[in-house]
Nanobody, 114 residues
């Protein structure tokens, strides 16, 4: 199983980023997918999840209305569009197959700073 997140970077408050995570080694189209994040000195936090067909999405309260999760089963890829970024969104972002981040792959660093 491999999960490779990308798309992070340095962005000013109010800016946007679109994260991608390419998956391999398991049946992606039959797997609910998750985005998680870990801010400096904090525990891993579930951010969002999306159903197998992409029809049901859930978000942690702090990102509702700003983040949008989506997936492309033909490309084995899950996305996280992040708008209206805040300093408190600064974290390493991971995709995973459960909300606890078990087996999560390499993350991508998002830094929100002016």
């Amino acid at each position: 199983v491999q999960l490779q997140a990308s798309g992070g970077g340095l962005v000013q408050p109010g800016g946007s980023l679109n994260l991608s995570c390419v998956a391999s080694g398991f049946r992606f189209s039959g797997t609910k997918m998750y985005w998680l994040r870990q801010a400096p000195s904090k525990d891993l936090e579930w951010v969002s999840s999306i159903s197998t067909l992409g029809t049901i999405a859930d978000y942690v309260e702090s990102v509702k209305g700003r983040f949008t999760i989506s997936r492309d089963n033909a490309k084995n890829t899950v996305y996280l569009q992040m708008n209206g970024l805040k300093s408190e969104d600064t974290a390493v972002y991971y995709c995973g197959r459960d909300k606890y981040g078990n087996g999560r792959g390499q993350g991508t660093l998002v830094t929100v700073s002016s």
